[in-house]
């Protein structure tokens, strides 16, 4: 409702002749009002190499909801037939992080082969434990494709599939994990579901050093740095600011803030974003700019 | 990073002076501990004079929240002032303007206090 009275109202009177006349201005509109930064929960493909109609090798971080309509990108892509490879990293299993799977269309198609890396040594006892009964009606061991759990350790570089990708523990109820991947001399690092307690110069320092010199760092940016540090202290999560002064520390170059917290609306995201992209300039000082995007369900970002 | 303090009346006067970053929040902190052990419901109130900190840091904000937690714990009172506009921004956009008070003024922030214009001087009267 909202939005339709800004769309509305920031008209100003003008008259649309067809719904394309209408639909184009629309886009003139800020992102708040003429779209939606979503809901889905934490879902992230990164894209080494251009896929086809052919077989292809897949990478994603983490199996939330948005695994869905990717799933459903991926069958529209390649039909059912094509056999496929999924390279899947998953930070931690709450929920959120795994939930998407059940509905990951691929994940029933015979031919098609999951690879599912993490640190946590019951990350398969976590997948069983959603499908079948009383969770959903398919068991695990009815899923098509062949699924096999693959046990990273931290602080070490693995090679999959052409790609380097480094673990790094993370401060998260039940431990969580963010990865570094580097292909070529492009830096990824998917980093959500991570608390930053501030209070130690050393944990700092490590995580810039993981950080340091990324192309893009998505960072969970769930808070306001004073409720990070104060009621919503040890729930596990960070905040856009210190996102932007590890990014600044780390040389990095595009910063993405993920995991929005739920209750935020687009306006009040959007304002983050505008917040953030500010604090960034005014402490600028002798660190290189950094790009500073709002994630939202959706975005593409070539590197 | 260095810590200046005033006292004034019961009100005790903080102004650090330069950059808080991720290297310097722990010592902000260790300097103001002895101020914190003061500071409660019968004892000094503490006003950060913040006209000569060019540069805080999340780690430098969060030493400024414990210490709030903890003044408000044992009753006292923790407030500050004249930030440059570069602080006051980052204030904002932190939140942390709803932590504390945040005073235009050295003496706007001696007057929030009442009872306390013993405090001002004659300049700030």
Known sequence: MNKVAAALHAANGRRFDNVEAARSYATTLPFAISGTFGGHSS???????????????????????????????????HGVHAPNTFHVFISHMHWDHIMGFPLFAPSYLPG?????????????????????????PVEFDQLGASIKFFTLTPDTTHHIAGVNVTPILQLHAGDSYGYRFEYNDKIVVYSTDSEHKLNAPAATERFVDFLRDADLVIFDAMYSLADAVSVKED?????????????????????????????FDDARIAAVEAESRRFETITRRVYRALEITAAYDGLEMEL | ????????????????????????????SVALAPYLELCNASGERLLFDLSALDYISSAGLRVLMIATKRTKLVGGHLAVAAPQDMVREVLQITRFDLVFPVHASVADGIRAWSGDAGALTPDEN
């Open chain 2, 1 to 28: 990073m260095k810590l200046n303090a005033e006292r004034r009346a019961d009100i005790v006067i903080l102004q650090p002076v330069g950059r808080i970053d991720h290297q310097a929040a722990e010592a902000f």
């Open chain 1, 235 to 263: 729930w596990g999560h960070s905040s856009n600011v210190v996102g932007v002064e590890l990014c600044q520390l780390a040389g990095a170059k595009h910063l993405v803030l993920f995991h929005h917290e739920p209750i």
């Open chain 1, 43 to 77: 879902c992230v493909e990164l894209e080494i190499t251009p896929p086809s109609a052919a077989s292809h090798e897949y990478f994603l971080c983490d199996l939330g909801s948005g695994v869905r309509p990717f799933g459903s990108q991926v069958i529209a892509r």
């Open chain 1, 112 to 136: 098609n082969e999951l690879r599912i890396y993490g640190c946590h040594r019951d990350l398969e006892a976590a997948f069983r434990r959603q499908h079948g009964s009383p969770s959903f």
